[in-house]
């Protein structure tokens, strides 16, 4: 059981281009999230999914697009990379009970030049 | 979701229990409270949860005043190992019941 895991662990790109972060969780869990958390900061909520084919925005959706296709992988996009865009990408997951605990990955560092 | 206001620093000896303060005042009859904690770099880890009456478990104490505006989490014997950025949450169920961290607690256990 490898809980919830994040492809790739860093990631250095240039500004503009595009990237892919993976997310996957083997809990069968129907909800999961994508956070961001710069220096300092707390995480801040970017797109979230409640299920199998389902996203919807956060608190800082801007310049990201997600997909959930399959139940078990939750795919954050970058189509244009900007500097501001530097920051650990978390993603976390939950079982559908109403107040069931989030279950964090292990973060992607991105940095973007 | 309700407001959060935690100290920024706190300090601890090692072994002895740490007590981490967090003002919810606008909380309102449906939202929790929730615990996380942050070692580090790695991704957040939760600690505890509760409604209005106190709540223990094998990490932590939760104790919630009876008017719900404010709450204590109980490390009762820390150790070196829960050096780490602590996370109060007040969340209100629907709305995909996503968490608003704010910038936590940095609770430094010293030998």
């Known amino acids: 059981n490898a809980g919830v895991t994040q492809t790739p662990k860093f990631r250095v790109l240039k500004t503009g281009q595009s990237m892919t972060l993976l997310c996957a969780q083997d809990m069968n869990h129907e909800y999961m999230y994508w956070y961001r958390q710069d220096p300092g900061m707390g995480l801040r909520l970017i797109h979230y999914s409640v299920g199998e084919g389902t996203t919807a925005k956060g608190e800082v959706p801007d310049g990201y697009n997600v997909s959930r296709l399959k139940k078990q992988n939750f795919l954050l996009g970058l189509e244009s990379a900007a500097p501001s865009q530097t920051s650990v990408y978390f993603c976390?997951?939950?079982?559908?009970?109403?107040?069931?605990?989030?279950?964090f990955g292990p973060g992607t560092r991105l940095t973007v030049l | 979701d309700a407001k959060t206001t935690q100290p920024t620093s706190m300090d601890c000896a090692e072994g002895r229990a740490a007590n981490l303060p967090c003002n919810h005042s606008t909380i309102s009859g449906n939202e929790y409270v929730y615990w996380y904690r942050q070692i580090h770099s790695q991704g957040p880890q939760y600690i505890i949860h509760g409604l209005k009456n106190n709540e223990t478990n094998e990490m932590a104490s939760l104790i919630i005043t009876e008017d719900r505006k404010s709450s204590t989490l109980i490390l009762p014997h820390a150790t070196l190992r829960d050096t780490a950025v602590y996370y109060c949450i007040v969340r209100v169920a629907g709305e995909g019941n996503k968490l608003v961290f704010g910038a936590g607690t940095i609770l430094r256990v010293k030998s």
């Open positions: 976390a997951s939950r079982g559908s009970g109403t107040y069931n605990e989030q279950f």
